[in-house]
């Protein structure tokens, strides 16, 4: 775990020091760039120091909680297809609906055999 706190430690300072850097230049965009990336970057730290501290024993149901999690990604495609200004940004939309509505589908299906194995049978 120190391992990695230092790691994101180090990139946390070095993603800080490209913002200081673009906010001097006066570029905006980039700075909200490496805002949104400095962001990421801790949440995936985050992320993954949450995730290994979880028994293994509710792995199963935190994969059907992501499930959820997977919806609002579809909702978020659905959006990006309606608002696309482009024919390119609108094709992306698509593929973006199309894969997140097989993700929420395929999580569906694997918590409902899940579910399943704890049915008794008569």
């Not at 801790?42 to 959820?68: R, Y």
């Not at 199309?98 to 918590?111: D, S």
Request: net charge positive.
């Amino acid at each position: 775990m120190g391992n990695l706190l230092l790691l994101a430690d180090q990139a946390a300072g070095a993603i800080g020091a490209g913002a200081q850097a673009a906010s001097a230049s006066g570029d905006g965009h980039l700075t909200s760039l490496v805002a949104g990336l400095t962001v990421f970057v801790l949440a995936t730290f985050v992320g993954v120091e949450i995730i290994t501290k979880i028994p293994p024993t509710l792995h199963t149901p935190l994969m059907s909680g992501s499930n959820a999690i997977s919806g609002i990604t579809l909702v978020g495609a659905l959006l990006a297809a309606g608002e696309g200004a482009t024919t390119v940004a609108k094709a992306l939309g698509v593929v973006a609906v199309v894969l997140a509505t097989i993700n929420v589908v395929g999580g569906f299906l694997v918590t409902h055999r899940m579910l399943g194995m704890f049915r008794r049978r008569k």
